[in-house]
């Protein structure tokens, strides 16, 4: 193909290339924006399912750690011997709001040397998390995780957000919960990973 007729696919291909830059930069873009828009376009929602790990089939401890969105640092490390509830949330996300009392009230029922609790604010500011954090009055603390890199280490069981985990003492996934969970469905995770 000669060079003249080679330069209009090429500059075409740049346009398209340069175009789709400018697009993927957009706010129309942004994960929130796609959530809010609830055609789930890069954005996976949970559907409500729960899938629970038999002890025996459980994998290795998760480790994660990180600075909270108060600037602190954290280590799942440290909850060893309690039972954990991870949630997966973030402010531009229309379920997480749904199940934010849920969380609110087991956490406040929970008892605290038996049960902790830790959220991963995902794919947003620290400083937007922290808002959020505060207008539901979560007194747990949440990873920041701006990048939404902190599932990576969850053992690909956090594909939706919402996500709640519930960890056994001995820091192994016990059960998953894809989607806004409700009070009594947590309650019974949280009780069945004692039990095991």
């Excluded at 629970?52 to 490390?77: F, M, V, Y």
Aim: proline share 6%.
């Amino acid at each position: 193909m000669s060079l003249r007729r080679r330069l209009p696919a090429t500059l075409a291909a740049l346009t398209l290339l340069v175009g789709g830059a400018a697009a993927c930069s957009s706010d129309n873009n942004s994960v929130a924006n796609q959530a809010k828009a609830g055609d789930n376009k890069n954005f996976i929602q949970g559907d409500g399912t729960i899938e629970q790990i038999p002890s025996a089939n459980r994998a290795e401890p998760i480790t994660l750690s990180g600075t909270t969105l108060e600037g602190k640092p954290l280590d799942l490390a440290d909850y060893r011997g309690k039972t954990v509830v991870i949630n997966i949330w973030g402010s531009w996300c229309a379920p997480c709001q749904k199940e934010a009392p849920a969380l609110k009230e087991v956490h406040e029922n929970a008892d605290p040397a038996k049960v902790a609790f830790v959220g991963i604010d995902s794919r947003e500011s620290a400083a937007s998390g922290l808002a959020q954090q505060k207008a539901w009055d979560h007194t747990f603390p949440s990873l920041s995780d701006e990048g939404g890199t902190a599932p990576l280490s969850l053992q690909n069981k956090a594909t939706a957000t919402p996500s709640t985990l519930v960890l056994d003492t001995q820091g192994r996934i016990a059960a998953v919960f894809r989607g806004p969970i409700e009070r009594s469905t947590l309650e019974g995770m949280i009780e069945d990973a004692q039990k095991a």
